[in-house]
């Protein structure tokens, strides 16, 4: 029988996190399709959830998949931390000592990155976030924090 187990755990995450939300808009008052309360959108966008899980979950029955390959620790351990890092220091630090280092710091998730090329990679992406943000758009953002002026 053909089976694709990362489909079928594709689908049963989505079919779980969809149940999950739905149980918690149950919760909140529905409202009607016209005066919508505050637990109707959730509710309709976790049965968008569950039925994309369920389609997943039934296509993984009908085509064989790869063998699972390692996971990439490397990239779990400096992708995910990178954004919260950011969170935590963009008040004190400011916007481009946090995006900078962020970017470093996911930068490296690359067994193909050199330390030379992630600064440079780093660097770039800050002068451009700076650019569209600060300047483009006119974000009223703290450039460089409290922590970081003398």
Do not use: N
Request: charged share 10%; with cysteine.
């Amino acid at each position: 029988m053909k089976f694709d187990r990362t489909d079928a755990l594709c689908g049963a995450l989505f079919i779980a996190l969809g149940g999950f939300f739905a149980y918690q808009s149950l919760g909140l008052d529905l409202g009607t399709a016209f005066r919508m309360g505050p637990g109707f959108f959730p509710l309709v966008l976790a049965a968008i959830l569950i039925l994309l899980g369920a389609v997943i979950l039934i296509q993984s029955g009908k085509v064989e998949g790869e063998p699972l390959g390692p996971i990439a620790l490397r990239g779990i351990f400096l992708i995910l931390p990178a954004p919260i890092f950011f969170g935590l220091t963009v008040r004190g630090l400011g916007f481009v000592p946090s995006l900078f280092f962020a970017a470093l710091i996911a930068a490296f998730a690359s067994h193909r990155m050199g330390p030379l090329m992630a600064v440079l990679l780093a660097a770039a992406i800050t002068v451009f976030s700076v650019l569209v943000f600060s300047y483009a758009l006119g974000l009223p953002f703290e450039r460089f924090g409290p922590w970081v002026r003398f």
